[in-house]
């Protein structure tokens, strides 16, 4: 699952996979704002097949966070 | 594209645009009242797939009518207006509003919309999203302010935009999808995004035809196999009596609607074939007796009736009708003939005929957008007639020893048109469809070809004429002056392939220096710009006694002191001088 996960961040944030670290999060990432946050939210959902509730969205601000939050759901 | 997740397609986007870099960039402008912003790499992507390499960038949120002015030079602006954030909340507002506050703001924006028409007005193409209300009324019975409002609107653009314009139906894209799959309203709230991917998946699919056709890369020619593709049956084993295509019989009706959207086909302009194993006698007969035929031959320009591989028999078309190869679809109810030309010819579109036969004519429907040509002209509708007066004029020059004798019994003439708007929509369209005769390639739009004209540039369109028939406006060039240096530019020459081989092009450029001459210019530079189509005309300038000044494998640079210039002095064809604006 980590991989599939930095895979769709890889992919949405313009960058390669080793550059994903577990410490990723809008600090690290520069382009990680909020028009982004929206792609990987779709990207992500698409990717396992879930959807996110508002909430969630809002609160998966970072890699662990997302990874949590996926583990939840799957 | 549908199979494809939104990440793989950022992926494969990206390798695409690392192979196209270095071709010339199509930059397109996404400008929007709400956030679209996932549009912009899908609609790349899909353009990227059909070999154009579109970089597509996004105005600045809810700025669509100072954006008009800040990208007006973009080769597309596409406008994403959305009703319901006109205001913001107007899907409830609109219905709470009296009568007068609903005038005001038609009318407001009924005037931006102007504004965005008048900052557009030379942009080559815009692509104009229709107001809708179907994502959020489409339970109403009955229609509301909402619904009025979208009506006037709709009513205003359709009478106000120029041909530059396209105005896309979104609500037949909402409908192919379902609404429910189109909008997402967790992020409408919160940050007015309103479309879901599948819904950008299906509007860069939507558009896609229009783009195609502007670049040139619409198809020309739709070629059809006989048995169980025109008629049901197989005419050498069951008979002439046996086959069926007759909207009376179950499996005729099938074939019946077929051939007329063939035939609907061939009135635009399209060329419609056939190639298929049989006898040609038996072919012949049922095209010509079979009393429940709609296609005739008079529809049909080319027939490869015989025993050969088709692979080879749609090479032959595509070389008889000077068309290339990936002009071409294909239909044929075969496995093995489908397959064969998928593995042989894969620049050709395969159609292969359905098991159920009742999902025949939707599958041509569904596939008639590969032929969509954004212009239209008086010429199209004539094609049919005029490839075959081509066929006509080869057969006779196969009776002549010379090719000069022949050229001679023709009778030929050239009419030139100078700078006239009424022939603006077809000098466009030689420019996007003109491929092998074209020293350029340059792609216009009507808008573009209007421009050139405001801008003082010259464009000669020519018509050609011998004793078969007139061919139409099947020339132009376009010619910018420079007065205080005496300099033209030959921007663009082309020529459609219906007129190639009689020496129409040195008549015209005897006719078109002595012209330039009398405007007092004394240099013509000019240029070839190779790919891979138009190998035929890398030496013309060197032809007509143009010095090549440099030549870097791609583009050649030429001139030609105007005085230097040696006259062809073809007398056996007429030039005439036409209407000049």
Request: charged fraction near 25%.
């Amino acid at each position: 699952m980590e991989q599939r996960i930095k895979n769709v961040m890889a992919s949405v944030f313009n960058l390669e996979e080793n550059e994903i670290g577990n410490d990723a999060s809008p600090d690290t990432i520069e382009q990680w704002d909020s028009l982004r946050h929206m792609h990987l939210i779709v990207g992500l959902e698409e990717e396992f097949g879930v959807t996110f509730k508002e909430d969630e969205i809002v609160e998966m601000m970072n890699y662990q966070l997302i990874y949590d939050t996926l583990k939840n759901k799957v | 594209m549908f199979d494809l997740k939104y990440t793989e397609i950022l992926r494969q986007n990206k390798q695409l645009g690392e192979a196209l870099a270095g071709t010339q960039v199509y930059q397109l402008t996404m400008l929007s009242n709400v956030i679209t912003n996932q549009l912009n790499e899908i609609l790349e992507y899909s353009l990227r797939s059909a070999d154009i390499n579109a970089k597509v960038n996004g105005g600045d949120y809810d700025n669509i009518v100072q954006d008009t002015l800040k990208f007006s030079k973009s080769d597309v602006v596409v406008i994403f207006w959305e009703l319901a954030n006109l205001v913001d909340g107007l899907q409830y507002k609109a219905n709470l509003m009296s009568d007068a506050e609903l005038e005001a703001l038609i009318s407001k924006v009924c005037s931006e919309i102007d504004f965005v028409i008048a900052n557009l007005k030379s942009t080559s193409l815009v692509l104009f999203n229709k107001f809708s209300t179907l994502i959020f009324n489409h339970q109403n019975l009955r229609s509301n302010n909402f619904d009025r409002i979208c009506d006037r609107l709709n009513a205003h653009i359709t009478t106000n935009t120029g041909n530059n314009f396209f105005i896309i139906d979104i609500d037949k894209i909402l409908a192919k999808l379902s609404i429910d799959k189109c909008a997402d309203f967790r992020y409408y709230y919160s940050s007015k995004a309103l479309y879901t991917i599948d819904f950008y998946k299906a509007y860069a699919q939507f558009v896609l035809p229009i783009i195609k056709s502007v670049k040139g890369k619409a198809k020309k020619a739709l070629i059809f196999d006989c048995d169980n593709t025109l008629w049901k049956g197989i005419l050498g084993e069951d008979g002439i009596e046996k086959i069926e295509m007759s909207g009376a019989t179950k499996s005729g009706v099938v074939f019946e609607e077929v051939q007329n959207l063939a035939i609907e086909l061939a009135q635009k302009g399209i060329l419609i074939g056939l190639c298929s194993k049989n006898n040609p006698q038996d072919v012949d007969i049922v095209l010509s007796d079979h009393a429940d035929i709609t296609l005739r031959n008079k529809d049909i320009t080319i027939k490869k009736v015989n025993w050969e591989d088709k692979a080879t028999n749609l090479r032959a078309i595509a070389s008889d009708l000077n068309i290339g190869i990936d002009s071409l679809v294909f239909v044929d109810d075969s496995d093995f003939e489908a397959n064969y030309i998928k593995e042989n010819l894969p620049q050709v579109s395969v159609l292969q005929v359905p098991a159920n036969l009742y999902e025949y004519p939707k599958l041509i429907r569904d596939n008639i957008n590969l032929f969509f040509n954004i212009t239209q002209s008086k010429e199209d509708l004539k094609k049919t007639e005029m490839y075959k007066q081509q066929a006509q004029r080869t057969e006779e020059k196969a009776a002549f020893n010379d090719v000069e004798s022949y050229l001679r019994s023709l009778q030929l003439e050239i009419t030139v048109h100078a700078n006239a708007p009424v022939f603006t929509p077809r000098v466009s369209q030689l420019t996007q469809k003109t491929n092998q005769f074209n020293l350029t390639t340059k792609r216009y739009t009507e808008a573009d070809i209007e421009n050139f004209i405001n801008n003082g540039a010259w464009i000669f369109a020519f018509e050609v004429k011998d004793k078969y028939g007139d061919s139409g406006i099947t020339g132009a060039v376009i010619v910018q002056i420079d007065s205080e240096t005496k300099v033209a530019i030959i921007d663009s020459f082309l020529m459609s392939c219906r007129v190639i081989g009689r020496n129409i092009e040195q008549a015209f450029f005897d006719f078109l220096i002595k012209y330039l001459q009398k405007a007092n210019v004394e240099t013509i530079n000019a240029q070839y710009i190779k790919t891979y189509k138009n190998e035929q005309v890398i030496n013309f300038y060197d032809a007509l006694g143009f010095t090549c000044k440099d030549d870097d494998g791609i583009v050649k640079n030429y001139q030609l002191i105007a005085d230097n210039y040696k006259s062809n002095n073809i007398d056996y064809i007429k030039v005439n001088y036409g209407t000049e604006n």
